[in-house]
T-cell receptor, first 117, second 113 residues
Framework: AQKVTQAQTEISVVEKEDVTLDCVYE???????LFWYKQPPSGELVFLIR??????QNEISGRYSWNFQKSTSSFNFTITASQVVDSAVYFC??????????????FGTGTLLAVQP | GAGVSQSPSNKVTEKGKDVELRCDPI?????LYWYRQSLGQGLEFLIY????????KSGLPSDRFSAERTGGSVSTLTIQRTQQEDSAVYLC???????????FGPGTRLLVL
């Protein structure tokens, strides 16, 4: 069965600190996608990144970076020099990619990040 | 371009009444998804539409829930005989094709009194 675990329920940091959000996943599929979404207080889910299971290269986008490690089934997200605007709930998600798959997203329970000024 | 839109933004209803929630996907997107976000259950998949194929209804929690997608575009999620446990935020997402990134609308917050 597919499962996504975000063990950190809440994290509080002070502005300019670096913070890493953990994500561990379970799947029997060899082909799958991993995602991170941000949900600010306004409530809308904002797409951040999509990673194919065959691409283990880490990715950096500005202050955001992602570390994908198939050996540990992890897809961690790091925010460098955090800012108050980064305060939100962050969701990690998994979807199948095989033929006939629904491609529904299986979400973790989310991590609430609070960045204090 | 325009993103996914949903209406109404908020809906308050009485237990036992029927409600309809609407989703307008991004123009040209063939795949459409409904999810539900509640305190107790987190974010959970409800139903998936892809083109003219039969929808995947495997996530619908009971037969009181149904959805349709007309003309391959707008979708309506209907909840009959609402219960208090149906109170949640109902989110719609669309993607340009299966396996592509899903983009979410702002959601409809449903409160059943």
């Amino acid at each position: 069965a597919q499962k996504v675990t975000q063990a950190q329920t809440e994290i509080s940091v002070v502005e300019k600190e670096d913070v890493t959000l953990d994500c561990v996943y379970e799947t029997r599929d060899t082909t799958y996608y991993l995602f991170w979404y941000k949900q600010p207080p306004s409530g809308e889910l904002v797409f951040l990144i999509r990673r194919n299971s065959f691409d283990e290269q880490n990715e950096i986008s500005g202050r955001y970076s992602w570390n994908f490690q198939k050996s540990t089934s992890s897809f961690n997200f790091t925010i460098t020099a955090s800012q108050v605007v980064d305060s939100a709930v962050y969701f990690c998600a998994l979807s199948e990619a095989g033929g006939g798959a629904t491609n529904k997203l299986i979400f973790g329970t989310g991590t609430l990040l609070a960045v204090q000024p | 371009g325009a993103g996914v839109s949903q209406s109404p933004s908020n809906k308050v209803t009485e237990k036992g009444k029927d409600v309809e929630l609407r989703c307008d996907p991004i123009s040209g997107h063939t795949a459409l998804y409904w999810y539900r976000q509640s305190l107790g259950q987190g974010l959970e998949f409800l139903i998936y539409f892809q083109g003219n194929s039969a929808p995947d209804k495997s996530g619908l929690p009971s037969d009181r829930f149904s959805a349709e997608r007309t003309g391959g575009s707008v979708s309506t999620l209907t909840i009959q005989r609402t219960q208090q446990e149906d109170s949640a935020v109902y989110l719609c997402a669309s993607s340009s094709a299966p396996r592509e990134t899903q983009y979410f609308g702002p959601g409809t917050r449903l409160l059943v009194l």
